[in-house]
């Protein structure tokens, strides 16, 4: 009786635990399928370096969803690591940029001083790269934070003008080719550097004789400034030399006595010889007075002649060391503009950063100018059979990029004056977009995606738009420093049928919260 007692109790419980079972492993099951159906959180970026041999970087790209940056250069990336972005309220904007300005020992003008080491500018209004604490997630005041370590190995590797493209997504570059993108000259190309030898030195000639012919000028017209006061003074002794002579006779015809008329033939005689030598001494001035006027006038024909000639020598010579560099050039849908940038690598005389050289800007034909292009980034990474070695980046969609390409007509004159020099890292960007106010004689090109928060972007003060004039003595470098583009407008454009707009109000300085870097 005791073991059927312990049996039925044993089979209760089986009862009571397989249902229990089959419903744990029903839920198991459950969660493992739900497991599988949603898609694994993609992991956490870390540093990294690429393991071949690193050539320059030619750009860097962040990425503000994978909160990541990543250096390329020509065979592709070479550095990754993890960045901090700006935080809600002080976005960092998505957009075009490049390096301006780079300070091993940065402290901020904006956060109470906050310490921004091995800091890399790429706007004047404060966003930059640099080293800072990495939360995980975006903390910063508009800039990129790198990891301290990575910022620092990095500061050496980069140059000023090297790109910086920030993405609202993740993007890459991808190998590229189109007719419309520039294809170098061989002989033009190794004809440049005797040029860039050779021009300067005429250009000097040039601004030594045109030196010379304002010296002459300047010479000739005081001279004929003493000239023309001498010949108003003998003009005035003539007149008077004639109006006695004159008297002389009226005083002659009326005398009646012998002695009168010997007093008034005296004095008639005396008056005519003055006036036979006061109008001696007139002509001989006036025929002085003339070979000085002709030589004055030829000396300003000689100024004119000299200065047209040292601004074109100065033209020539600046071309050709600019044939050297990269060039730049930005296509805005915005504003139906084609603009150049190259960097002359003369310091800014106003302090801070690299003159760029801002004389070629054209209107520009596109296609269906309201339809949105997107914003492509056109980059040539190295030489190759066919010339260069192209790539793109695309960061706002609109056109596919070879679409992009199809709708802009190019000016012959662009062609014929970039193309044939056209070396690695130069790049052509299309645009919706307008270049930002940013972008001035101090930058390359600044051009923000306006349907994209700009929160860190927004709250910080305009660069003052600095000008300094050419007084002629700057050796030709006078003209770099013109008018800036326009302000970027805030959301100009819609898409899918809504705008984004967000307004951003700048924090009162008490309530401010301290934080290593922006």
Known sequence: MAIRLTTVRSTVAMRRWVPLAIVMLGTSAALTAVAQAKP??????????????????????????????TFYDADGWILRAPVSTGTTGRETPAGVFALIEKDKDHHSSLYDDAWMPNMQRI????????????????????????????AEKLFDKTHIGMRVIISPEDAEPVEFSHPSLFVPKPDVIAAAPAKAEALPREAAEAAKAADEAKKAAATATRETATLTASLKKLEGL???????AAYADKALAAAKTDQAKAKAEEFK??????????????????????????????????????????????????????????????????????YVRRNTHKPAPDGGGEVF????????????????????????????????RWSVVTIDHGDEAKDALDRITMPQEILDRIAPTAVPRSSIVISDEPLSSETNYRTEFVAVLSNQPQGGFITRKPTANVLVADDGSNDGWGFFFGRSPEPQPVNPRQRGGQQYYRQVQPQPYYQRQWQPGW
């Open 40 to 69: 694994p959180r993609p992991a956490a970026p870390v540093e990294a370096t690429a393991p071949r041999e690193a050539g320059e970087p030619i750009m860097a790209i962040v990425s503000i969803k994978s909160q990541k940056v």
């Open 123 to 150: 706007t004047w209004n404060g966003v930059a790269l640099h080293g800072g604490p990495l939360p995980g997630y975006a903390a910063s005041h508009g800039c990129v934070r790198m990891p301290f370590g990575f």
């Open 238 to 244: 003539k007149k008077r030399a004639d109006a006695e």
């Open 269 to 338: 005689e005396k008056a005519e010889a003055k006036a036979t030598e006061a109008g001696t001494q007139l002509d001989t001035a006036r025929n002085d007075s003339k070979a000085k006027l002709d030589a004055l006038a030829a000396a300003k024909d000689a100024v004119k002649t000299t200065q047209a000639k040292k601004a074109e020598t100065a033209k020539a010579a600046l071309d050709a060391r600019l044939a050297m560099e990269p060039v730049s050039v930005y296509v805005s849908r915005s504003t139906q503009k084609l």
């Open 357 to 388: 050289d801002t004389t070629i800007e054209l209107p520009i034909t596109i296609r269906d100018p309201n339809k949105p292009i997107g914003t492509h980034i056109f980059t040539a990474m190295a030489k190759n059979d066919a010339g260069l």
